[in-house]
């Protein structure tokens, strides 16, 4: 949080209700939390302005854009210095394909969690694109085969 903020019960909720459906209007956000709108619209705003709320996105279903595979895939890299990790990182963050992506701590060096069409597409990607770049030292992909819990 960009700004140090004091959350009470009615931000918690604000902020749960929100999570759950980023499109309430502001009166029916107000009436779940026990509000008048005014005030939970100064109370939404404020939470924003302090970077508790960094903005609101439309979760996509992948299918409905032809992803229906979805791969997680582990990568160790070689590189050492910070220009590499930097370039490496750059280049990856840039594949459509890729939607999540992180470094970790340990191993493995990052997690890539992509979607594509299908089984032919992922080899495409990995083969043309994910390891064939200069610091990939090895990859580990791993197959869902079934979502328990996911927060999109």
Do not use: W
């Not at 026990?34 to 279903?61: H, W």
């Not at 490496?88 to 979607?115: K, N």
């Not at 990995?126 to 819990?149: C, Y």
């Amino acid at each position: 949080m960009s700004n140090e903020i004091t959350l009470d019960a009615i931000d918690r909720d604000i902020i749960f209700r929100l999570s759950q459906d980023g499109r309430l209007t502001n009166v029916e956000l107000a009436k779940r939390v026990g509000l008048t709108p005014p005030p939970c619209l100064r109370r939404v705003k404020r939470l924003e302005e302090a970077g508790v709320i960094t903005g609101y996105r439309a979760v996509i279903n992948p299918q409905a854009l032809g992803r229906d595979l979805e791969v997680l895939i582990d990568v160790e890299i070689y590189a050492q210095d910070r220009k590499s990790f930097e370039d490496f990182e750059d280049t990856v963050a840039s594949y459509g394909e890729v939607i999540e992506f992180r470094r970790m701590y340990g191993r493995p060096d990052y997690f890539v969690r992509v979607a594509v069409a299908d089984h032919a597409a992922y080899e495409a990607f990995l083969t043309e694109k994910l390891s064939g770049l200069p610091a990939v030292l090895r990859l580990e992909s791993h197959l869902t085969m079934k979502k328990i819990k996911t927060n999109e």
